[in-house]
């Protein structure tokens, strides 16, 4: 697990390097991380999907405490944890106001690089959790196992009300968002619909939330154009 959390800080390192010291796109320098180390676990594994792992694992995965399942309290737990950091913390406020306007950030003193390395960072930390959750939960892993949530995971991001562009989103809305796309897969699962048709139904959402976004800054927009005459 010690080796998991330090792979994965390591691709947050060098996500947050590209992205704050070389000015790569963010979404261009996690895909392009992504990619790479998909390419080198490839080459690890050859393809193969491996299984045989601690009990400790699969106990993080599949155990129960008080009749609740583990991955619930780690849930709740990480969850409050997020929240104090980014709604009561220097560091959340650097990172919200870094998103909302790059520019005005690196004038206010704030250290841009830093904060882009130190978000990277904690998402890489949620990241792992999440992946020894997943592993123990299926005991197994294969290098493919991440595409099938990639999607799932920009969708919950945009039903949250997080800004692609940055600087907007709440902790409250993510939860909401998560709770929503899971009775809406388990409803899928149950009328056992076919995979292709969910992921369909999961690209067509998030168009769907874009338009509305789209139209609904278009609205403040003239609202303020009016208001202003």
């Known amino acids: 697990m010690t080796m998991g959390i330090l792979a994965a800080m390591g691709a947050g390192l060098l ?47 599949n155990g129960l405490f008080l009749g609740i399942p583990i991955p619930f309290y780690i849930f709740v737990i990480f969850t409050f944890i997020l929240y104090i950091i980014l709604d009561k913390t220097t560091f959340g406020y650097s990172l919200y106001m870094l998103g909302s306007n790059y520019t005005a950030a690196k004038f206010s003193n ?65 939860v909401v968002s998560v709770v929503i796309l899971q009775v809406i897969s388990s409803g899928v699962n149950l009328l056992r619909m076919d995979p292709f048709f969910i992921r369909a139904m999961w690209g067509f959402i998030i168009i769907a939330v874009l338009a509305i976004n789209y139209f609904n800054e278009k609205s403040k927009s003239r609202k303020k154009a009016i208001s202003s005459h």
């Open 15 to 61: 996500s947050g390097f590209l992205t704050g010291y070389l000015r790569v796109p963010d979404m261009l320098a996690t895909l392009g991380t992504m990619t790479l180390l998909n390419g080198v676990n490839i080459v690890l594994t050859k393809g193969y999907t491996l299984t045989g792992f601690p009990k400790s694992l699969i106990t993080i995965g």
């Open 110 to 174: 704030i250290d841009t690089k830093s904060i882009i390395l130190k978000g990277f960072l904690l998402s890489s930390l949620f990241s792992a959790i999440t992946a020894f959750i997943m592993i123990g939960q299926l005991n197994s892993v294969k290098a493919n196992y991440v595409e099938s949530y990639l999607l799932v995971s920009i969708l919950a991001c945009f039903l949250g009300g997080v800004d692609p562009s940055g600087g907007v989103g709440k902790v409250s809305g993510m």
